[in-house]
Nanobody
């Protein structure tokens, strides 16, 4: 069993930055792939970014490419989401998730463990 805990959310003005962290505990963190998802009010949860175990393979939703960066520190059992040039439409609850096969995926159904989420609010 893996437990995931997100932090780093908050209120920021448009154009600002936030860095989200997700710490894994319980079973070993590796070789899980990790993903970030988000759910805006009244909308379905959607894929944001994912990263492979060794951190050399990442991919992003088109709307965040060039603004968000996913990274991981396996020694700290932590995955990060650096979010720059934030827009009001980035407002959502952000969730991290772990996928046991180690292959980063966009489909939520492929992920085995989920955190509770952290709120990100971007004001215009």
């Amino acid at each position: 069993q893996v437990q995931l805990g997100e932090s780093g959310g908050g209120l920021v003005q448009a154009g600002g930055s936030l860095r989200l962290s997700c710490v894994a505990s319980g079973r070993t963190f590796s070789p899980y792939a990790m993903g970030w998802f988000r759910q805006a009010p009244g909308k379905e949860r959607e894929f944001v970014a994912a990263i492979k175990w060794y951190g050399d393979s990442t991919f992003y939703q088109d709307s965040v490419k060039g603004r968000f960066t996913i990274s991981r520190d396996n020694a700290k059992n932590t995955v990060y989401l650096q979010m720059n040039s934030l827009k009001p439409e980035d407002t959502a609850v952000y969730y991290c998730a772990a996928e046991r096969s180690g292959n980063p995926r966009a489909a939520q159904s492929e992920y085995d463990y989920w955190g509770q989420g952290t709120q990100v609010t971007v004001s215009s």
